[in-house]
């Protein structure tokens, strides 16, 4: 069902049509927050926050159209408010953590380690925490959501050129936090 | 091209967010730029790097409690007018009815009086009973035996429902008991079994080596004595 639709019929009243709306966006709320603190009780936290701003929200919605941008908008604001309740504890600086850390932290054959897939997605995770909260956000809807740029910038209520900017600092400190921890993958040393 | 837009255009060929025209302007200069296409390249190799990770990040259950409200009541603009308007009428209903009662009462003529035996309410004119002091001849009285009596016959009924659930909790414990040791019984016994089996299988097995250990020493030792005569027999 079309979603603007779906969301007339909410703000008509119908509640069944708010589970429709949960059911399709629930799974992509998760992993947006999942990638954003690499934590399942923090990602089912705001997921949840998220859905209950959005029932609370929803009837004011002007333009259903926009629906994807808010929801999303809500569920970055949440994290970040999560950052800042937590005294950002959870999430360390790229700069800091490099120079705390140096290769990476807990695994001694890291120097020589070749990626495996298995564990190329807890690395990947452990290095888009370190950067700036408003790179990894970037990263995640550009790269693992796949938005549009426009999109993106609709969602952060910045111009276009801020998110790609964004985009390109996040994914050169992203390679940089990869090469300090020297990370060998073939698609990173073909350079 | 200053060094914004270069980022920008960069981004745009990497997601390929551009017109075809545009692209092909861009991969014009890239041509000419071997830094701008050593950077194009660092970041495709990040980016295949990105969609390499497969993670399958699978929500839980999330629990959804049917709203008792509908979702309209939360607008924020409309919510406190609402709210106004339902206590004004609420006050409006209630005190329409306390005005309503009084009118009703009054006109029926309406007595309330208080005396040490309790609240009287009666209608029309006022007919209250003559207080003595003297016991009321028509109520029941039990005597201090009865009051004993009637205590006993409760404690009594108390210990037998005690009783009685004491039974059925201690019953319940002991076919639990039953249960478990049933449970353990059952499983030590298949152990046992299991462990039986190994123990023959281990024992046939070694039975078996030895055996063929056995066969293979003497054919060794025949080939020695074999040898040895052939020995002999040459010199």
């Known amino acids: 069902m079309d979603e603007a639709v779906l ?6 009243g119908d509640n069944a049509a708010y589970s429709h709306l949960v059911e399709k966006w629930h799974s992509k709320i998760y992993r947006f927050a999942f990638r954003f603190f690499a934590d399942e009780a923090d990602a089912r936290e705001i997921t949840q926050k998220t859905f209950i701003k959005t029932f609370q929200g ?3 919605l002007k333009d259903p159209e926009k629906f994807s941008s808010w929801i999303y908008r809500i569920a ?7 950052l800042k309740r937590a005294g950002r504890r959870k999430s360390t600086s790229l700069e800091a953590y490099i120079e705390q850390t140096g290769p990476l932290e ?9 990626l495996q897939n298995k564990e190329l997605g807890t690395i990947l ?8 909260d408003e790179q990894r956000t970037v990263i995640i809807l550009k790269e693992y959501e796949g938005l549009k740029f426009r999109e993106i910038a609709d969602i952060l209520e910045e111009p276009e050129s801020t998110v790609k900017s964004r985009l390109y600092y996040g994914l050169k400190s992203t390679r940089r936090v990869l090469t300090n921890w020297n990370i060998k993958h073939e698609y990173l040393n073909n350079g | 091209m200053d060094k914004n837009d270069a980022q920008s255009r960069l981004m745009d060929y990497l997601y390929d967010e551009m017109e075809p025209a ?3 302007e861009f991969e014009e200069i890239l041509h000419d730029d071997q830094d701008l296409q050593k950077e194009l390249d660092d970041m495709q190799s990040m980016r295949k790097l990105l969609q390499e990770d497969n993670t399958e990040i699978k929500p839980g259950n999330m629990l959804l409690i049917k709203p008792d409200r509908d979702p309209t009541e939360f607008d924020r603009s409309g919510s406190a007018k609402r709210g106004k308007i339902f206590t004004l009428a609420t006050l409006a209903a209630i005190a329409a009815a306390i005005l309503l009662s009084f009118a009703v009462f009054s006109f029926m003529n309406l007595q309330i009086s208080h005396t040490d035996r309790g609240t009287l309410i009666s209608f029309g004119s006022e007919t209250l009973p003559q207080e003595t002091n003297e016991p009321d001849q028509t109520e029941e009285y039990i005597t201090k035996a009865e009051f004993y009596d009637m205590i006993d016959e409760l404690q009594n009924r108390n ?3 005690m009783a009685t659930a004491l039974q059925q909790t201690r019953e319940q414990h002991q076919q639990q008991m039953e249960d478990v040791i049933q449970t353990l019984t059952t499983y030590y016994d298949q152990r046992r079994q299991q ?7 281990g024992l046939a097995q070694l039975e078996e080596e030895t055996y063929y250990k056995f066969l293979q020493t003497e054919e060794t030792l025949e080939d020695l004595i074999f040898a040895f005569n052939v020995q002999q027999t040459d010199e």
């Open chain 1, 58 to 60: 929803v009837s004011g």
């Open chain 2, 22 to 24: 545009e692209r092909r």
């Open chain 1, 7 to 12: 969301i007339k019929q909410i703000q008509n």
């Open chain 2, 195 to 201: 462990d039986l089996i190994l123990v023959s299988e």
């Open chain 1, 76 to 82: 970055n604001n949440l994290c970040l408010d999560e």
């Open chain 1, 125 to 132: 995770q452990k290095a888009l925490l370190t950067l700036p």
């Open chain 1, 106 to 114: 807990g695994d001694e054959s890291a120097p020589d380690a070749i």
């Open chain 2, 159 to 161: 210990s037998q429902v």
